[in-house]
T-cell receptor, first 111, second 115 residues
Framework: RKEVEQDPGPFNVPEGATVAFNCTYS??????FFWYRQDCRKEPKLLMS???SGNEDGRFTAQLNRASQYISLLIRDSKLSDSATYLC????????????FGSGTRLQVQP | DTGVSQNPRHKITKRGQNVTFRCDPI?????LYWYRQTLGQGPEFLTY????????KSRLLSDRFSAERPKGSFSTLEIQRTEQGDSAMYLC?????????????FGPGTRLTVL
C-alpha cells in the first residue's frame, strides 16, 4: 500500500464549479500535511498547509481528519487557471524530514 | 529572484557518463532536499542535509549517486555511470527549521535524459 493515496483523476469540471479532492495516508504518526500544486513540467508549489482545525485560503479549503487519516481539498468557483495536478503531501515524524507525496490528482477546468 | 535555483535546467547525456547538478537554496534555509520525479508520479525523496550534514539517504539513492553540501549553502548531486532508468526530473527543495510544519520550497528542477 502506498503511504499517500490519491485518486489520479482527471477531474474535468466547468468554470465556476466546486470540486473536492481526497487523500488518505497510512502512517498514523504523521505530523504535518500539505497540498502542493504542480503545473505541467514545472516544480511543485506549496498551495497550503493543512492544520488540524481545518483552514481556508480564499477559494481553497483544506480539512484534516486524523482519526480516518484523511485529507481533503475543496476548490470553490473553479477558474481556468486552477487546471493543474494537486499533490497531497505528508511529513512523517521522527527523524525522517522528507515529504511523502501522493501521485497527484489532475484537474482540468473547462470554459 | 530569492527562490531555489537549479542548474542546469536540462541535461542530455549518454549512458555511462557522469553528470552533476547544482542547487542553490533560499539563503536563510538550513535544510536542503533532493527528490526525483518521473512521469505520472509524485516526487520521491532521495536525500537531505541540515546545514552541511547529510542526515538521511533513501534506498533509491544507489551507490552511483552522491550528494554534497560542503559549506552548508549550495548542494551538488552527482550520478556516476548513468543508466537509462536515471532519466527523470531532479528537484531540489529547501526549508527553514521552525516548529512542526516543514514547509519546503522547490526549485525548477533539472530534467535528465539518458540516451
Amino acid at each position: 500500500r502506498k503511504e499517500v493515496e490519491q485518486d489520479p483523476g482527471p477531474f474535468n469540471v466547468p468554470e465556476g464549479a466546486t470540486v473536492a479532492f481526497n487523500c488518505t495516508y497510512s502512517n498514523s504518526a504523521s505530523q504535518s500535511f500539505f497540498w502542493y500544486r504542480q503545473d505541467c513540467r514545472k516544480e511543485p508549489k506549496l498551495l497550503m498547509s493543512v492544520y488540524s482545525s481545518g483552514n481556508e485560503d480564499g477559494r481553497f479549503t483544506a480539512q484534516l481528519n486524523r482519526a480516518s487519516q484523511y485529507i481533503s481539498l475543496l476548490i470553490r468557483d473553479s477558474k481556468l487557471s486552477d487546471s493543474a495536478t494537486y499533490l497531497c503531501v505528508v511529513n512523517s515524524p521522527t527523524g525522517r524530514r522528507a515529504l511523502t507525496f501522493g501521485s497527484g490528482t489532475r484537474l482540468q477546468v473547462q470554459p | 529572484d530569492t527562490g531555489v535555483s537549479q542548474n542546469p535546467r536540462h541535461k542530455i547525456t549518454k549512458r555511462g557518463q557522469n553528470v552533476t547538478f547544482r542547487c542553490d537554496p533560499i539563503s536563510e534555509h538550513n535544510r536542503l532536499y533532493w527528490y526525483r520525479q518521473t512521469l505520472g508520479q509524485g516526487p520521491e525523496f532521495l536525500t537531505y542535509f541540515q546545514n552541511e550534514a547529510q542526515l538521511e539517504k533513501s534506498r533509491l539513492l544507489s551507490d552511483r549517486f552522491s550528494a554534497e553540501r560542503p559549506k552548508g549553502s549550495f548542494s551538488t548531486l552527482e550520478i556516476q555511470r548513468t543508466e537509462q532508468g536515471d532519466s527523470a526530473m531532479y528537484l531540489c527543495a529547501s526549508s527553514l527549521v521552525a516548529g512542526d510544519y516543514n514547509e519546503q520550497f522547490f526549485g525548477p528542477g533539472t530534467r535528465l535524459t539518458v540516451l
